[in-house]
Protein backbone atom coordinates (compact mmCIF):
# COMPACT_ATOMS: atom_id res chain seq x y z
CA UNK A 1 0.00 0.00 0.00
CA UNK A 2 0.97 3.40 -0.72
CA UNK A 3 2.08 5.63 2.05
CA UNK A 4 0.39 9.29 2.10
CA UNK A 5 2.56 12.44 3.28
CA UNK A 6 2.04 16.08 4.00
CA UNK A 7 3.05 18.42 6.07
CA UNK A 8 0.97 21.73 7.01
CA UNK A 9 2.29 25.58 7.01
CA UNK A 10 -0.28 27.98 8.19
CA UNK A 11 -0.92 31.03 6.23
CA UNK A 12 -2.34 34.42 7.72
CA UNK A 13 -3.69 37.25 5.12
CA UNK A 14 -2.39 40.80 5.40
CA UNK A 15 -3.89 44.07 3.88
CA UNK A 16 -0.93 45.79 3.25
CA UNK A 17 0.34 45.08 -0.22
CA UNK A 18 -2.13 42.83 -1.12
CA UNK A 19 0.05 40.31 0.01
CA UNK A 20 0.17 37.77 2.60
CA UNK A 21 2.19 37.29 5.91
CA UNK A 22 3.26 34.25 7.05
CA UNK A 23 1.90 32.42 10.41
CA UNK A 24 3.94 29.46 10.71
CA UNK A 25 2.56 26.55 12.71
CA UNK A 26 5.41 24.18 12.59
CA UNK A 27 5.94 21.40 10.02
CA UNK A 28 4.14 18.30 10.83
CA UNK A 29 2.79 15.25 9.41
CA UNK A 30 -0.25 15.32 7.89
CA UNK A 31 -1.57 11.22 6.95
CA UNK A 32 1.12 8.27 7.68
CA UNK A 33 5.04 10.05 8.52
CA UNK A 34 6.30 6.63 8.51
CA UNK A 35 7.33 7.54 4.91
CA UNK A 36 10.73 5.37 4.27
CA UNK A 37 11.45 5.56 0.55
CA UNK A 38 14.46 4.57 -1.73
CA UNK A 39 16.97 7.71 -2.81
CA UNK A 40 14.47 9.57 -5.28
CA UNK A 41 15.37 11.99 -8.47
CA UNK A 42 17.72 14.60 -7.56
CA UNK A 43 19.28 17.45 -9.68
CA UNK A 44 22.78 18.49 -8.96
CA UNK A 45 23.38 22.21 -9.83
CA UNK A 46 27.31 22.38 -9.92
CA UNK A 47 28.04 20.31 -13.03
CA UNK A 48 27.76 23.13 -15.22
CA UNK A 49 25.07 22.34 -17.85
CA UNK A 50 22.15 20.46 -16.39
CA UNK A 51 19.27 18.67 -18.81
CA UNK A 52 16.70 20.07 -17.51
CA UNK A 53 13.87 17.94 -15.72
CA UNK A 54 11.27 17.18 -17.59
CA UNK A 55 7.78 17.78 -14.91
CA UNK A 56 4.55 17.94 -15.66
CA UNK A 57 2.24 20.15 -12.93
CA UNK A 58 -1.17 19.03 -13.31
CA UNK A 59 -4.64 21.20 -13.22
CA UNK A 60 -5.39 21.58 -9.12
CA UNK A 61 -8.34 19.71 -8.20
CA UNK A 62 -11.51 21.80 -6.09
CA UNK A 63 -12.24 19.81 -2.94
CA UNK A 64 -14.47 16.79 -3.33
CA UNK A 65 -14.40 16.74 -7.29
CA UNK A 66 -15.81 20.18 -7.66
CA UNK A 67 -13.92 22.21 -10.36
CA UNK A 68 -12.64 25.20 -9.13
CA UNK A 69 -11.44 28.36 -11.82
CA UNK A 70 -8.15 28.79 -9.17
CA UNK A 71 -7.12 25.33 -10.17
CA UNK A 72 -5.58 26.00 -13.22
CA UNK A 73 -4.30 29.30 -12.39
CA UNK A 74 -2.36 27.51 -9.27
CA UNK A 75 -0.56 24.75 -11.56
CA UNK A 76 0.65 27.91 -13.73
CA UNK A 77 1.63 29.23 -11.51
CA UNK A 78 4.08 26.79 -10.21
CA UNK A 79 4.76 25.65 -13.60
CA UNK A 80 5.71 28.77 -14.74
CA UNK A 81 7.71 29.03 -11.46
CA UNK A 82 9.70 25.87 -12.01
CA UNK A 83 10.22 26.26 -15.84
CA UNK A 84 11.78 29.62 -15.33
CA UNK A 85 14.75 28.28 -14.06
CA UNK A 86 15.97 26.71 -16.64
CA UNK A 87 16.05 23.77 -14.43
CA UNK A 88 12.66 22.00 -15.05
CA UNK A 89 11.17 21.60 -18.64
CA UNK A 90 7.26 21.54 -18.78
CA UNK A 91 5.66 18.22 -19.76
CA UNK A 92 2.04 19.21 -21.51
CA UNK A 93 -0.48 17.49 -19.23
CA UNK A 94 -4.10 16.86 -21.19
CA UNK A 95 -2.88 13.32 -21.82
CA UNK A 96 -1.17 12.50 -18.30
CA UNK A 97 -4.47 14.26 -16.40
CA UNK A 98 -6.60 10.89 -16.72
CA UNK A 99 -3.77 9.42 -15.72
CA UNK A 100 -4.44 10.88 -11.91
CA UNK A 101 -8.20 9.99 -11.23
CA UNK A 102 -8.28 12.05 -7.74
CA UNK A 103 -5.64 13.99 -5.42
CA UNK A 104 -5.99 11.04 -2.95
CA UNK A 105 -5.02 8.22 -5.06
CA UNK A 106 -1.82 7.89 -6.57
CA UNK A 107 -1.12 8.35 -10.17
CA UNK A 108 -1.15 5.19 -12.75
CA UNK A 109 2.79 5.54 -13.45
CA UNK A 110 3.09 3.29 -15.99
CA UNK A 111 0.51 4.80 -17.95
CA UNK A 112 2.50 8.14 -16.60
CA UNK A 113 5.62 6.80 -18.40
CA UNK A 114 4.18 5.57 -21.91
CA UNK A 115 2.22 9.11 -22.41
CA UNK A 116 5.25 11.38 -21.61
CA UNK A 117 8.58 11.59 -21.01
CA UNK A 118 7.88 13.13 -17.31
CA UNK A 119 10.43 12.13 -14.73
CA UNK A 120 8.04 14.11 -11.82
CA UNK A 121 4.79 14.90 -11.63
CA UNK A 122 2.77 17.66 -8.70
CA UNK A 123 -0.65 17.18 -8.14
CA UNK A 124 -2.68 19.25 -6.17
CA UNK A 125 -5.77 19.85 -4.56
CA UNK A 126 -7.83 23.39 -2.90
CA UNK A 127 -10.38 23.17 -0.41
CA UNK A 128 -11.36 24.51 2.76
CA UNK A 129 -10.25 23.02 6.35
CA UNK A 130 -12.98 22.04 8.72
CA UNK A 131 -12.81 26.27 10.26
CA UNK A 132 -12.68 27.79 6.71
CA UNK A 133 -9.44 28.90 6.12
CA UNK A 134 -8.58 28.44 2.40
CA UNK A 135 -6.33 25.63 2.35
CA UNK A 136 -3.49 24.07 -0.75
CA UNK A 137 -2.45 20.82 -1.07
CA UNK A 138 -0.16 19.56 -3.60
CA UNK A 139 2.03 16.16 -3.52
CA UNK A 140 5.69 15.62 -5.72
CA UNK A 141 5.73 12.30 -7.57
CA UNK A 142 8.83 10.47 -8.47
CA UNK A 143 7.17 8.84 -11.78
CA UNK A 144 9.88 6.43 -12.59
CA UNK A 145 10.63 5.34 -9.27
CA UNK A 146 6.53 5.33 -9.06
CA UNK A 147 6.70 6.90 -5.14
CA UNK A 148 5.65 10.12 -3.75
CA UNK A 149 9.04 12.53 -2.67
CA UNK A 150 7.28 15.35 -1.18
CA UNK A 151 3.74 16.30 0.47
CA UNK A 152 2.42 19.85 2.16
CA UNK A 153 -0.87 21.42 3.08
CA UNK A 154 -1.03 25.57 3.24
CA UNK A 155 -3.83 27.05 4.55
CA UNK A 156 -4.94 30.82 4.81
CA UNK A 157 -6.58 33.26 3.30
CA UNK A 158 -7.66 32.94 -0.26
CA UNK A 159 -6.08 36.08 -1.43
CA UNK A 160 -3.01 34.49 -0.48
CA UNK A 161 -3.21 31.94 -3.19
CA UNK A 162 -0.25 33.02 -5.24
CA UNK A 163 1.98 33.03 -2.05
CA UNK A 164 0.74 29.65 -1.90
CA UNK A 165 1.70 28.86 -4.96
CA UNK A 166 4.91 30.37 -4.74
CA UNK A 167 5.44 28.26 -1.47
CA UNK A 168 4.86 25.39 -3.16
CA UNK A 169 7.33 25.96 -5.94
CA UNK A 170 10.18 26.36 -3.35
CA UNK A 171 9.22 23.23 -1.88
CA UNK A 172 9.29 21.46 -4.67
CA UNK A 173 12.70 23.16 -6.13
CA UNK A 174 14.34 22.39 -3.19
CA UNK A 175 13.38 18.31 -2.92
CA UNK A 176 14.51 18.12 -6.37
CA UNK A 177 18.03 20.19 -6.44
CA UNK A 178 18.77 20.26 -2.68
CA UNK A 179 19.01 23.92 -2.36
CA UNK A 180 16.10 26.64 -1.44
CA UNK A 181 13.93 28.05 -3.60
CA UNK A 182 13.78 31.30 -4.67
CA UNK A 183 9.98 32.31 -5.96
CA UNK A 184 8.34 33.23 -2.22
CA UNK A 185 10.49 36.73 -2.73
CA UNK A 186 10.24 40.76 -3.93
CA UNK A 187 11.69 42.23 -6.22
CA UNK A 188 12.33 46.69 -4.98
CA UNK A 189 13.16 48.78 -8.17
CA UNK A 190 12.69 52.35 -9.69
CA UNK A 191 10.21 52.65 -11.58
CA UNK A 192 10.73 55.28 -14.56
CA UNK A 193 7.96 57.65 -16.31
CA UNK A 194 8.19 60.43 -18.58
CA UNK A 195 10.67 61.55 -21.78
CA UNK A 196 14.39 60.24 -21.28
CA UNK A 197 15.84 63.33 -20.47
CA UNK A 198 13.05 64.35 -17.81
CA UNK A 199 12.28 60.83 -16.18
CA UNK A 200 9.83 60.42 -13.12
CA UNK A 201 11.65 58.28 -10.46
CA UNK A 202 9.72 56.14 -8.00
CA UNK A 203 10.33 53.04 -5.91
CA UNK A 204 7.87 50.17 -6.53
CA UNK A 205 7.94 47.06 -4.96
CA UNK A 206 6.54 43.34 -6.46
CA UNK A 207 6.86 39.44 -6.45
CA UNK A 208 9.62 38.27 -7.68
CA UNK A 209 7.47 37.29 -10.96
CA UNK A 210 5.47 40.86 -11.90
CA UNK A 211 2.62 40.39 -9.78
CA UNK A 212 1.27 42.05 -6.56
CA UNK A 213 2.97 45.13 -8.05
CA UNK A 214 3.21 48.63 -5.46
CA UNK A 215 4.73 51.98 -5.31
CA UNK A 216 6.48 53.09 -2.33
CA UNK A 217 7.48 56.61 -3.08
CA UNK A 218 5.11 59.70 -5.05
CA UNK A 219 7.74 60.48 -7.41
CA UNK A 220 8.31 63.93 -6.35
CA UNK A 221 12.07 63.59 -5.34
CA UNK A 222 14.37 61.58 -7.50
CA UNK A 223 15.21 57.87 -5.90
CA UNK A 224 17.92 55.90 -6.91
CA UNK A 225 19.82 52.21 -5.99
CA UNK A 226 17.30 50.75 -3.42
CA UNK A 227 18.47 47.89 -1.67
CA UNK A 228 16.84 44.80 0.37
CA UNK A 229 17.64 44.00 4.09
CA UNK A 230 18.70 40.13 3.25
CA UNK A 231 16.53 39.76 7.12
CA UNK A 232 13.70 41.66 6.70
CA UNK A 233 11.17 43.13 4.41
CA UNK A 234 13.16 46.65 4.76
CA UNK A 235 14.82 48.41 2.31
CA UNK A 236 17.54 51.52 1.94
CA UNK A 237 17.61 53.82 -0.95
CA UNK A 238 18.81 57.47 -1.70
CA UNK A 239 16.47 60.21 -2.35
CA UNK A 240 17.12 63.90 -3.44
CA UNK A 241 14.19 65.43 -1.76
CA UNK A 242 15.62 68.17 0.47
CA UNK A 243 18.29 68.53 -2.92
CA UNK A 244 21.17 66.22 -2.30
CA UNK A 245 21.49 62.51 -1.76
CA UNK A 246 20.48 61.12 1.39
CA UNK A 247 20.44 57.73 2.63
CA UNK A 248 16.81 56.64 4.01
CA UNK A 249 15.81 53.33 5.51
CA UNK A 250 11.70 52.40 4.66
CA UNK A 251 9.73 49.44 6.14
CA UNK A 252 8.01 48.31 3.11
CA UNK A 253 4.94 46.64 5.84
CA UNK A 254 4.71 49.77 8.11
CA UNK A 255 6.18 52.47 5.25
CA UNK A 256 7.26 54.16 7.90
CA UNK A 257 10.59 55.39 7.26
CA UNK A 258 13.40 57.60 8.63
CA UNK A 259 16.56 59.31 7.19
CA UNK A 260 20.13 57.69 8.33
CA UNK A 261 21.63 61.34 8.88
CA UNK A 262 22.18 64.36 7.45
CA UNK A 263 25.90 64.33 6.48
CA UNK A 264 27.85 66.97 4.88
CA UNK A 265 28.60 66.56 0.92
CA UNK A 266 26.38 63.75 -1.11
CA UNK A 267 25.97 60.17 0.02
CA UNK A 268 25.74 57.08 -2.64
CA UNK A 269 25.31 53.52 -3.00
CA UNK A 270 23.95 52.03 0.66
CA UNK A 271 23.53 48.40 1.34
CA UNK A 272 22.97 46.85 4.63
CA UNK A 273 25.42 43.86 6.37
CA UNK A 274 24.08 40.06 6.20
CA UNK A 275 22.88 40.71 9.20
CA UNK A 276 20.83 43.70 8.39
CA UNK A 277 22.14 45.57 11.50
CA UNK A 278 24.56 48.25 9.71
CA UNK A 279 24.86 49.81 6.55
CA UNK A 280 27.78 50.44 3.92
CA UNK A 281 27.37 54.01 1.97
CA UNK A 282 29.80 56.21 -0.04
CA UNK A 283 30.22 59.33 1.82
CA UNK A 284 31.85 62.32 -0.39
CA UNK A 285 34.01 65.13 1.71
CA UNK A 286 36.93 67.50 0.84
CA UNK A 287 36.71 66.19 -2.78
CA UNK A 288 37.04 62.49 -1.44
CA UNK A 289 34.70 59.84 -1.91
CA UNK A 290 35.30 56.89 0.86
CA UNK A 291 33.64 53.94 2.12
CA UNK A 292 31.68 53.90 6.08
CA UNK A 293 30.52 51.58 7.48
CA UNK A 294 26.72 52.94 9.95
CA UNK A 295 25.56 51.08 12.92
CA UNK A 296 21.84 51.27 12.51
CA UNK A 297 21.42 50.74 16.56
CA UNK A 298 23.86 54.11 17.26
CA UNK A 299 23.69 55.37 13.95
CA UNK A 300 27.64 55.80 14.56
CA UNK A 301 29.61 55.37 11.52
CA UNK A 302 33.60 54.33 11.05
CA UNK A 303 35.55 55.66 8.05
CA UNK A 304 37.11 51.98 5.90
CA UNK A 305 39.12 53.31 3.53
CA UNK A 306 40.88 56.97 2.64
CA UNK A 307 42.18 57.40 -0.32
CA UNK A 308 41.85 60.30 -2.91
CA UNK A 309 40.59 58.51 -5.41
CA UNK A 310 36.46 57.10 -5.67
CA UNK A 311 35.36 54.30 -3.47
CA UNK A 312 32.44 53.30 -3.68
CA UNK A 313 29.41 50.81 -4.80
CA UNK A 314 30.54 48.35 -1.53
CA UNK A 315 29.13 45.08 -0.72
CA UNK A 316 29.57 42.59 2.23
CA UNK A 317 30.23 38.53 1.90
CA UNK A 318 27.67 37.16 3.22
CA UNK A 319 29.78 36.28 6.69
CA UNK A 320 30.60 39.56 7.21
CA UNK A 321 34.29 39.44 7.22
CA UNK A 322 34.96 41.18 3.92
CA UNK A 323 33.92 43.70 1.89
CA UNK A 324 33.95 44.47 -2.08
CA UNK A 325 33.94 47.52 -3.83
CA UNK A 326 34.60 49.44 -7.00
CA UNK A 327 38.02 52.06 -7.46
CA UNK A 328 39.82 53.80 -9.58
CA UNK A 329 42.74 54.34 -7.36
CA UNK A 330 44.74 52.37 -9.89
CA UNK A 331 43.64 54.64 -12.57
CA UNK A 332 40.98 52.91 -13.74
CA UNK A 333 37.47 51.27 -12.21
CA UNK A 334 38.20 48.27 -11.05
CA UNK A 335 36.92 46.01 -8.39
CA UNK A 336 38.91 45.37 -4.79
CA UNK A 337 38.22 43.21 -1.79
CA UNK A 338 39.13 44.41 1.68
CA UNK A 339 38.73 43.12 5.48
CA UNK A 340 35.29 44.78 6.70
CA UNK A 341 37.44 46.70 8.91
CA UNK A 342 38.77 48.27 6.69
CA UNK A 343 42.45 48.11 5.78
CA UNK A 344 44.94 47.09 2.87
CA UNK A 345 42.37 46.21 -0.28
CA UNK A 346 43.31 43.49 -2.95
CA UNK A 347 42.71 44.59 -6.33
CA UNK A 348 40.81 40.88 -8.34
CA UNK A 349 39.73 42.72 -11.61
CA UNK A 350 42.45 42.36 -14.26
CA UNK A 351 40.54 41.77 -17.35
CA UNK A 352 40.11 44.33 -20.19
CA UNK A 353 37.87 47.43 -19.97
CA UNK A 354 36.21 48.08 -16.50
CA UNK A 355 34.40 47.03 -14.08
CA UNK A 356 31.10 48.39 -11.60
CA UNK A 357 28.65 48.02 -9.28
CA UNK A 358 30.13 44.23 -7.33
CA UNK A 359 27.74 42.41 -5.45
CA UNK A 360 28.31 39.35 -3.21
CA UNK A 361 26.52 36.34 -3.80
CA UNK A 362 24.34 34.68 -0.74
CA UNK A 363 26.53 31.68 -0.98
CA UNK A 364 29.95 33.68 -0.74
CA UNK A 365 30.94 31.85 -4.45
CA UNK A 366 30.80 34.45 -6.62
CA UNK A 367 30.96 38.46 -7.08
CA UNK A 368 28.43 39.79 -9.97
CA UNK A 369 29.73 43.01 -11.44
CA UNK A 370 28.92 45.21 -14.41
CA UNK A 371 31.52 44.96 -17.19
CA UNK A 372 32.02 47.78 -19.49
CA UNK A 373 34.36 46.94 -22.20
CA UNK A 374 34.26 48.32 -26.53
CA UNK A 375 31.67 50.54 -25.64
CA UNK A 376 29.65 47.53 -24.22
CA UNK A 377 28.32 46.74 -21.05
CA UNK A 378 27.88 43.49 -19.88
CA UNK A 379 27.03 41.28 -16.34
CA UNK A 380 29.68 38.99 -15.58
CA UNK A 381 30.53 36.76 -12.48
CA UNK A 382 33.98 35.53 -10.86
CA UNK A 383 35.22 33.82 -7.80
CA UNK A 384 36.38 36.14 -4.78
CA UNK A 385 39.93 36.17 -5.38
CA UNK A 386 39.08 37.14 -9.45
CA UNK A 387 39.35 33.51 -11.00
CA UNK A 388 36.69 31.92 -13.20
CA UNK A 389 35.35 35.61 -14.65
CA UNK A 390 32.46 34.56 -16.75
CA UNK A 391 30.46 37.53 -18.77
CA UNK A 392 27.01 36.59 -18.99
CA UNK A 393 25.44 39.14 -20.83
CA UNK A 394 26.13 41.65 -23.44
CA UNK A 395 24.58 44.79 -24.63
CA UNK A 396 24.46 48.58 -25.19
CA UNK A 397 23.89 49.28 -21.60
CA UNK A 398 23.61 46.11 -18.91
CA UNK A 399 23.67 47.49 -15.21
CA UNK A 400 23.22 46.59 -11.55
CA UNK A 401 23.00 42.67 -11.00
CA UNK A 402 21.05 41.53 -8.14
CA UNK A 403 21.09 38.37 -6.06
CA UNK A 404 18.37 36.05 -5.50
CA UNK A 405 18.16 34.65 -2.42
CA UNK A 406 20.13 30.82 -3.43
CA UNK A 407 22.87 32.58 -5.29
CA UNK A 408 21.59 30.36 -8.35
CA UNK A 409 19.95 34.15 -10.75
CA UNK A 410 20.66 37.17 -11.20
CA UNK A 411 18.62 40.01 -12.00
CA UNK A 412 19.56 43.11 -13.64
CA UNK A 413 18.38 45.84 -15.70
CA UNK A 414 19.51 46.57 -19.68
CA UNK A 415 18.52 50.35 -21.43
CA UNK A 416 17.91 50.52 -25.50
CA UNK A 417 19.88 52.68 -27.17
CA UNK A 418 18.47 56.26 -28.55
CA UNK A 419 16.39 59.06 -27.41
CA UNK A 420 13.41 56.54 -27.14
CA UNK A 421 15.53 53.96 -25.34
CA UNK A 422 14.00 52.53 -22.25
CA UNK A 423 15.43 50.38 -19.29
CA UNK A 424 13.59 46.77 -18.51
CA UNK A 425 14.54 44.33 -16.14
CA UNK A 426 15.94 40.93 -16.95
CA UNK A 427 17.03 37.94 -15.16
CA UNK A 428 19.29 34.74 -16.27
CA UNK A 429 20.74 32.31 -14.79
CA UNK A 430 24.12 32.23 -13.44
CA UNK A 431 25.53 29.08 -15.80
CA UNK A 432 24.24 31.53 -18.63
CA UNK A 433 21.79 31.01 -20.87
CA UNK A 434 18.22 32.27 -22.02
CA UNK A 435 17.49 35.79 -20.60
CA UNK A 436 14.50 36.23 -18.85
CA UNK A 437 12.25 39.63 -19.48
CA UNK A 438 10.55 40.33 -16.32
CA UNK A 439 7.37 41.57 -16.53
CA UNK A 440 6.34 45.72 -15.17
CA UNK A 441 4.02 47.93 -16.13
CA UNK A 442 6.42 50.90 -17.54
CA UNK A 443 10.51 51.36 -17.86
CA UNK A 444 12.39 49.82 -14.78
CA UNK A 445 15.73 49.83 -13.89
CA UNK A 446 18.25 49.32 -10.71
CA UNK A 447 16.48 46.27 -8.85
CA UNK A 448 17.29 44.21 -5.82
CA UNK A 449 16.23 41.16 -5.01
CA UNK A 450 14.74 40.45 -1.46
CA UNK A 451 14.84 37.64 1.01
CA UNK A 452 12.48 34.87 0.80
CA UNK A 453 9.15 36.19 2.90
CA UNK A 454 8.75 33.51 5.78
Given at each position: ???????????GG????????????A??????????????L???????????????V?????Q????????P???????????????F????????????????????????????????L?T???????????????????????????G??????????????????????????G???????????????????????????????????????G?????????????????T????????P????????S????????F????????????????L?????????D???M???T???????????????????P????????????G??????MP????S?????F????Y???????????????????G???IG??????S?????T?S???ES??????????MF????????????L??????????T????P????????G???R
Open positions: MMKIFLATVRILHALGVACLAFALVPWGDDAHAQSQPKLTLDRGVVEPLPIALDFFGGGVDDPLGELAKVIETDLTGTNVRNVPDAAIAPMVPSFSAPPRFNDVRTLSNAAAVGEIGSTPDGRFALRFRLWDVVAQQQIAFQYTGDRAAWRRMAHRASDAIYERLTEPGYFETRIVFVDERGPKNQRVKRLAVMDYDGENLEYLTGASLVLTPRFSPRSQEIYISYRDGLRVYLLDIERRQEILGRPGMTFAPRFSPDGKRVMSLSRGGNTIYDDLRRQITRLTSNTSIDTAPSYSDGSRIVFESDRGSQQIYVASGGAKRISGSGRATPVWSPRGDLIAFTKISGRFGVMGPDGGERILDFLDPTWAPNGRRLFRETQGSRGRPQFSIDIRGGKELVATGPASDPAWPVM
